[in-house]
């Protein structure tokens, strides 16, 4: 499945829509958020995540999405069942994320 990149424009509609969605918080500057990336890619091919979608937010160009979560440090990874936020974690750990993922399986 793709990673979707979304902004404060479309993430409300999107997550709403969606029944599970994990959402990777990064910035341009981020040189772990840039590291994890085709760690991202790789999950959300991962058949064991199926049904959940993946999310990629600028969290410097949409305040409003990182408000939403409660962003602290990059990467940050939250995830929301439809619009309500589960959890959410600032980590660069592959592990910490499959964690996090099984918490919506």
Same mark, same amino acid.
């Given at each position: 499945m +793709?990673? #979707?990149?979304?902004?404060?424009?479309?993430?409300? +509609?999107?997550?709403? @829509?969606?029944?599970?969605?994990v959402v990777k918080y990064f910035a341009g500057w981020c040189g772990s958020c840039r590291?994890? +990336?085709?760690?991202?890619?790789?999950?959300?091919?991962? #058949?064991?995540f199926n049904g959940i979608s993946f999310v990629d937010v600028d969290a410097e160009k949409n305040p409003d999405a990182r408000k939403l979560a409660g962003v602290t440090n990059l990467p940050f990874f939250a995830i929301f069942? @439809?619009?309500q936020l589960v959890s959410g974690l600032a980590t660069s750990k592959e592990e910490a994320v499959v964690d996090l993922l099984n918490q919506l399986n």
């Open positions: +793709a990673v #979707e990149v979304l902004n404060d424009d479309n993430f409300r +509609a999107t997550i709403s @829509g969606n029944d599970k969605t590291l994890f +990336a085709p760690k991202f890619k790789r999950l959300s091919d991962d #058949e064991r069942k @439809g619009d």
